[in-house]
């Protein structure tokens, strides 16, 4: 699993049920018959924050690779 296999496991993890959480409103606003003016923003909202989840994790990926694991810590 590599070195950091356990650490980086669980965010990757939450992303993926994240993800497909927010995958399937997006589906489920897509087949649905709700009006388009409401339709559109959905999605939109949906995919955004979906790719937003994504780019956390490559950045929590990079500080657990780099050694900072735990920001608090320090405070």
């Not at 070195?3 to 649905?32: D, E, H, R, T």
């Amino acid at each position: 699993m590599g070195k950091y296999g356990k650490k980086i496991a669980a965010p990757v993890v939450v992303v993926v049920i994240l993800a497909l959480y927010n995958i399937s409103i997006g589906w489920i606003l897509f087949i649905a018959g709700i009006p388009l003016p409401v339709k559109i923003p959905g999605i939109v909202i949906t995919s955004i924050s979906t790719v937003l989840f994504v780019a956390v994790l490559a950045g929590r990926i990079r500080e657990i690779r780099s050694g900072v694991e735990d920001d608090l810590g320090k405070y």
